[in-house]
């Protein structure tokens, strides 16, 4: 009991059944949201939101995410959300008591574009739960999140890729994706978006010009076009560096938009290439 007049409703019957009912849907429903998703992406698309606290790869974060995601949600939100809202909305009607705890739900994920998202969601756990009790919807929601973990963990900590722009490659971790050339395809650039949606991009830059680190703020204003439209590089901040396969380059901040980060100038075989991290 938690409340004088309300009490957690477990569910009536076999436990083994109410679970295994909890499960099938959990999954069922975690494995056609997977799939639709991914297609539309065209690579695996779990919640960026697990991807992004995993990111680091490391087991701490990846434990501390599971823990999170498979067992603290699932009892913290279904003993909020099913096991008192629904209940204490119960005497309004069934419509009522689904409908408003999803709202709830959904308001509780603070993330407005997939409201929707987290609203249906609920109101399947909350009908689940007043079939079934919250046995059967808390390992409905376990298995649920479950599948998007163990989709996360792999593109966290799946194999690498190698990329070519145009003779220098740039090897990126499984959850950095190719995205489309945002600048001119000609150019042989390669833009990658990590898990947090920073962004590497690396462009050949093709000139008559040599590279000479002095000129690079010259250089850098007249290939406009090599470069975002609304890139930015602080002049203050042009400085060289000695990268160690490479030799002198040249480093400077930058800011695309909202985001900030740094852009390298460097040459290699003959060309010039362009490096901006941005977060």
């Known amino acids: ?12 019957g076999s436990l083994v059944g109410r679970v295994a009912n909890g499960a099938a ?15 539309a992406a065209g690579h695996l698309d779990p919640d960026p939101r697990i991807v992004l606290l995993m990111s680091g790869g490391d087991p701490t974060h990846v434990v501390v995410m599971v823990l999170l ?7 913290v939100e279904e003993t909020l959300f ?5 209940e204490a909305l119960r005497p309004y009607g069934t419509v009522t008591a689904v409908l408003v705890s999803a709202l709830f ?14 609203t249906a969601l609920g109101a399947a756990l909350a009908g689940l739960y007043l079939r079934r009790g919250l046995a059967s919807s808390m390992t409905a929601h376990a298995c649920f999140n479950g599948v998007l973990t163990v989709a996360a963990i792999f593109v966290v900590l ?3 890729h190698t990329y070519d722009a145009d003779g220098v490659h740039l090897t990126a971790p499984s959850g950095w994706t190719l995205q489309p050339q945002s600048v001119n395809p000609t150019l042989g650039s390669v833009n990658l978006q ?3 949606a920073s962004i590497v991009s690396l462009t050949p830059l093709f000139t008559a010009v040599p590279f000479v680190p002095d000129e690079t703020v010259a250089r ?26 490479i030799g002198t380059a040249v480093d400077a901040d930058l800011s695309i938009g909202p985001n900030h980060g740094e852009l390298v100038l460097f040459a290699a075989d003959g060309r010039d290439y362009v490096l901006f991290f941005v977060n």
């Open 1 to 12: 009991q938690i409340t004088p007049t309300i009490r957690l409703r477990w569910g009536e």
């Open 105 to 118: 739900f959904a308001a509780w994920h603070f993330n407005a574009s997939a409201a929707l998202y987290y």
């Open 220 to 245: 850098l204003q007249a290939s406009d076009g090599q470069l975002p439209s609304n890139a930015v590089i602080d002049r203050s901040s042009v400085r060289e560096i000695q990268l160690s396969t």
């Open 158 to 160: 799946g194999p690498s």
């Open 194 to 196: 990590g898990p947090d």
């Open 82 to 86: 099913r096991g008192l809202l629904v």
């Open 25 to 39: 849907l959990g999954l069922g429903l975690s494995v056609a949201l997977l799939a639709i998703v991914s297609a």
């Open 69 to 75: 995601t498979m067992v603290a949600a699932p009892l």
